[in-house]
């Protein structure tokens, strides 16, 4: 009981009055005396290994004890912070000491995610009072791997305004985590840019674009890389805008001045072509007042070829020959079509000959001009 908690010595005694042997533990003799104390609670179940270290994807074995002081009534032992997959078996067994044990036996994969959990073994004891005795055991697990979940964060923001100081954090997972490597490296170079966790710059065009980052310890690497966005020009791009606004005004100005151009060519083109269309309209007029019908008599041979001497139409004193009257036709007909105008008819006699020669008087050649 507790009350049984005390210092035990031995103790030699023969018969009443004879002798009496007592080993007082307050003399030098105590190392032969024992303490025993007695406590309200069990022994704490028994975890192996103690030191848990492992690689990634390994199967892991522990095993926790507990004693059974009362074999009819053994501890009931759990295991906390353990994979949804792993294994248990449960068994009470004889110590080497003729003591009886309640042991499990627990395995599993380790995966990254087991990295530093306390795996704990509990062993609950019955009692006769209304609370169970619970005794706890608890050792940490450790698991070797190559970096995971490798991010990049910016502050403030992965959009920035130019001349804004710019912070990137390469962030990952590994274990052992303290000969952890960080490499920064820009899209469209080759070489690496910066080493270390973290990089500080200040924001412009020219440090705009796609950053990545590469963890790398003794198991392995990865790599995350993230896009940083510039808004607005520094003065390194000022002369190449104000060279791309100044060609765009000047191409705009000739555009403009080129118009202005074609429309005065236009307006000079219709202006002539209103006058010639007044002159031929004015023309028009003289000839609708002074319809002329001229009648030519000509002498052609048998073959309907016009004889060279005589082809005159006398008209005013003015001699018109067959080119020259078909050229103005022709005109006419031509300035007729353009201004819709009517046209003016001209009836020529032909009279055809025989073969034989005729003696013609050119006094009795005439013309007759209708008014």
Request: proline share 5%; with cysteine.
């Amino acid at each position: 009981m507790m009350n049984h908690s005390d210092i035990y010595y031995f103790r030699l005694e023969m018969e009443p009055n004879v002798f009496r042997a007592t080993f007082n533990p307050v003399t030098d003799h105590s190392r032969k005396t024992v303490r025993i104390t007695v406590k309200d609670s069990p022994q704490p179940p028994e975890l192996k290994p103690t030191d848990l270290i492992v690689m990634e994807n390994t199967t892991v074995s522990l095993s926790c004890s507990a004693e059974a002081p009362c074999p009819k009534q053994p501890p009931t032992i759990s295991w906390s912070n353990i994979p949804e997959s792993a294994h248990n078996t449960t068994q009470l067994q004889e110590k080497p000491d003729k003591t009886q044990s309640v042991f499990s036996n627990m395995t599993f994969k380790a995966s990254y995610m087991d990295h530093r959990k306390n795996i704990s073994c509990t062993a609950t004891y019955p009692r006769k009072t209304s609370e169970d005795s619970t005794v706890e055991t608890t050792v940490t697990l450790q698991v070797l791997f190559s970096p995971k979940e490798t991010r990049i964060t910016v502050d403030p923001s992965a959009s920035v305004s130019v001349n804004t100081n710019v912070t990137l954090t390469c962030k990952s997972k590994a274990s052992p985590s303290r000969e952890m490597n960080y490499t920064w490296y820009k899209r469209g170079q080759e070489i690496s840019i910066a080493q270390g966790k973290q990089i500080t710059f200040t924001g412009t065009q020219n440090n705009a674009g796609w950053y990545s980052c590469t963890a790398l310890n003794k198991l392995g690497k990865q790599s995350a890389e993230i896009q940083l966005t510039v808004e607005g020009q520094d003065g390194h791009f000022m002369p190449l805008t104000a060279g791309c606004v100044g060609g765009i005004v000047a191409v705009l100005t000739l555009s403009a001045l080129g118009f202005c151009a074609r429309t005065r060519i236009k307006t000079h083109r219709g202006d002539i072509v209103g006058d010639k269309d007044s002159l031929h309209q004015a023309q028009d007029e003289t000839i609708d007042r002074n319809s002329i019908y001229d009648d030519v008599h000509t002498v052609t041979t048998q073959d309907n070829k016009i004889s060279d001497d005589y082809s005159v139409c006398e008209h005013k004193n003015e001699f018109t020959t067959r080119s020259d009257h078909n050229r103005g036709k022709d005109q006419t007909e031509e300035d007729n079509h353009e201004r819709g105008s009517d046209v003016v008819y001209a009836q020529v006699h032909m009279i055809h000959k025989k073969p034989k020669a005729i003696s013609v008087v050119p006094e009795n050649i005439y013309a007759q001009v209708k008014k």
